[in-house]
């Protein structure tokens, strides 16, 4: 049976499938990709009630903050079970739609940076700790896999549904 959004971190991660996660870490195909959209195709949704282009690419940028937050607790060795979020409350409450669409990659790219830095950090034992947020398990590497693997979803989506 082929895993779901529903499924969560482990979707995410199968999405990486057998690819190195540090070079997806490390692409810039998405990014140039999005570089090429203009503020007004940012502004895009392609139905009601969806999130525009800004929201996803906000979206994305506070969903690797998060992830990175985790991976660093779960690197260290601490086992306090993390929260999951709402994804929708984060959206709703950001000013995503009323920021450029150049800030928001450039805050894209700062987390990226920063993501890609605590990845060099980590070493093959730190990327085999486990750490527990909302109900999953899973080791820092599948973390850092089902991360990509979220960007790599919406990017997905995007493609699909927003620039046909």
Request: proline share 1%.
């Amino acid at each position: 049976m082929a895993l779901t959004v529903a499924d969560g971190f482990p979707y995410y991660a199968s999405l990486v499938g057998e690819r190195d996660y540090r070079k997806l870490f490390n692409a810039t195909d998405n990014l140039n990709l999005l570089a090429s959209l203009s503020e007004e195709k940012s502004k895009y949704r392609y139905a009601d009630g969806k999130w525009s282009i800004k929201q996803i690419v906000g979206h994305i940028t506070d969903h690797e903050r998060i992830m990175s937050y985790r991976i660093l607790r779960f690197s260290r060795k601490d086992e306090t079970l993390l929260p999951g979020y709402d994804q929708d409350v984060l959206v709703n409450n950001s000013r995503f739609d009323e920021q450029s669409f150049q800030d928001l990659l450039e805050d894209f790219k700062n987390v990226r940076r920063a993501t890609q830095s605590l990845i060099k950090s980590l070493s093959v034992e730190q990327l085999q700790l486990t750490g527990k947020a909302w109900k999953y398990v899973m080791t820092v590497e599948e973390f850092l896999k089902a991360t990509i693997g979220h960007e790599v979803h919406h990017m997905n989506v995007l493609q699909e549904r927003y620039l046909k």
